[in-house]
C-alpha cells in the first residue's frame, strides 16, 4: 500500500500553523507599504502641489488670518476615506512633510477619526520674489512654480509675477540656477 | 433558556454578506483572502453567507453605481435586523476616484448607516478583519438592545 503524501502529513502535523495569530500578535506591514499618512506641518511650504495632483481631491486647504492681519493659519486635512494611497503627494512634496506611513490600522466607527488635519502658523508676508539683474531668463522659476505665478517671455526678456497667485513657498528661489531671484 | 442558547451562539458566528457595488475587484480579492488559511476570518465565526436573509453583517464594497444603487437597497431590505454594515475601502465611503461621475450615486452613508469603515485602498486583510470584528462587537450591543427592547414590550 502506498501513501502518497503521507511525509507531507507527517511533516504539517509537527509545524507551526500557517495562520497568522492576527489580533493577538500584530503583524507589521511589509517595507514600502503605503498606509496612514502623516504630515509635518513645519515643514510644509503651502505650495498646493500636493492639492493639485491629488486625484481624488482628499486635500482640501483652509486659510485664515488673525484679526491683526499678522499671523496667518494654513490648515491642510487628508481624507484617508477619500485616499487611493497612490503616494503622488509624497513624490512631489518638495520639503518632504507628507509621508505614507506603514499604519495600516484604519478600521474605525467613526469617520472623523480618518481626516488628518496639521495647522501651519506662519507671519503674514507681502514679500514675493523678486529677479535680479543676472536673470538669463531661462524660464525654469516658471516651470518649477506650483502654481503657475511667474510668466516669462524669452524673446522679449520679461519676467512677471502674479502676486495673487503667489504663495511664497521659495521653491523658484531655491532653484534658479543664477541665483539672482531673492526674497 | 433556549433563547440564551441562540443568542450566545449568533454572537459567536456572524455571518457576512458580500456585496459589491461598482468595485474595482480589488477590495472583493482582500474580503476572499481574509477567509483563506493564512489569515482565517472563520476562527472568530465569519462566514460568507450566501443570501442577504441569513446575513448579520453585510460588507459594501465600491461607490455605488446608478446600475447597482437599487440591487444595494434591495439586498438592504432583505437582511434581518439588527445587522451591521462596513464599508470596505475608501469607495463607499466617498465615491474615491470615482467621485462626481454621472453613474455614481454614493456615498453609502446617503442610503443607510455605516458602522465600520475600513479605510485602504485596498485595506490589508488584516485592517478587514479588524473591521468585521469591531463590526461584531457593534452587533452584539445592537442585539442586547432589542432583546432589552422587546421584554419591556413583552412586560
Known amino acids: 500500500m502506498k501513501f502518497p503524501f503521507a511525509k507531507e502529513a507527517v511533516k504539517n502535523l509537527f509545524s507551526k500553523p500557517s495562520t497568522e495569530n492576527f489580533p493577538k500578535v500584530d503583524v507589521p506591514a511589509k517595507k514600502g507599504y503605503r498606509g496612514r499618512l502623516s504630515y509635518d506641518p513645519d515643514k510644509c511650504t503651502n505650495c498646493g502641489l500636493c492639492v493639485r495632483v491629488c486625484s481624488p481631491s482628499a486635500i482640501t486647504v483652509e486659510t485664515t488670518v488673525s484679526e491683526d492681519g499678522d499671523t496667518e493659519y494654513i490648515t491642510r486635512s487628508f481624507d484617508m476615506t477619500s485616499c487611493t494611497f497612490c503616494q503622488t503627494c509624497e513624490d512631489f512634496c518638495d520639503t518632504g512633510a507628507i509621508h505614507l506611513t506603514e499604519d495600516y490600522h484604519m478600521a474605525v466607527t467613526d469617520p472623523k477619526e480618518l481626516i488628518i488635519t496639521g495647522t501651519k502658523t506662519r507671519r503674514k508676508v507681502y514679500d514675493y520674489p523678486e529677479k535680479g539683474e543676472d536673470c538669463v531668463y531661462c524660464t525654469l522659476c516658471m516651470k518649477v512654480c506650483p502654481n503657475e505665478a511667474i510668466t516669462v517671455d524669452r524673446a522679449n526678456k520679461e519676467w512677471e509675477i502674479d502676486t495673487d497667485k503667489c504663495v511664497q513657498c521659495g521653491i523658484c528661489v531655491s532653484k534658479c540656477p543664477k541665483k539672482c531671484l531673492t526674497m | 433558556m433556549f433563547k440564551k442558547l441562540i443568542a450566545a451562539s449568533t454572537a459567536k458566528s456572524p455571518w457576512i454578506y458580500h456585496i459589491n457595488t461598482g468595485s474595482c475587484n480589488g477590495c472583493d480579492i482582500e474580503l476572499v483572502a481574509v477567509l483563506t488559511p493564512r489569515y482565517d476570518a472563520e476562527r472568530f465565526g465569519f462566514k460568507l453567507a450566501g443570501t442577504p436573509r441569513h446575513a448579520d453583517i453585510v460588507v459594501v464594497s ?19 435586523k439588527p445587522f451591521c454594515v462596513v464599508s470596505l475601502g475608501s469607495c463607499p465611503r466617498s465615491g474615491n476616484v470615482f467621485k462626481g461621475s454621472y453613474s455614481v450615486e454614493g456615498p453609502l452613508e446617503k442610503y443607510v448607516h455605516v458602522d465600520v469603515s475600513v479605510a485602504g485602498c485596498t485595506p490589508k486583510p488584516e485592517a478587514v478583519i479588524e473591521g468585521l470584528y469591531t463590526a461584531a462587537q457593534i452587533l452584539k450591543e445592537k442585539r442586547k438592545a432589542m432583546a432589552g427592547k422587546k421584554e419591556v414590550a413583552e412586560s
Open chain 2, 62 to 80: 465600491g461607490p455605488i453605481t446608478s446600475q447597482s444603487k437599487a440591487r444595494l437597497l434591495r439586498t438592504l431590505e432583505q437582511v434581518p
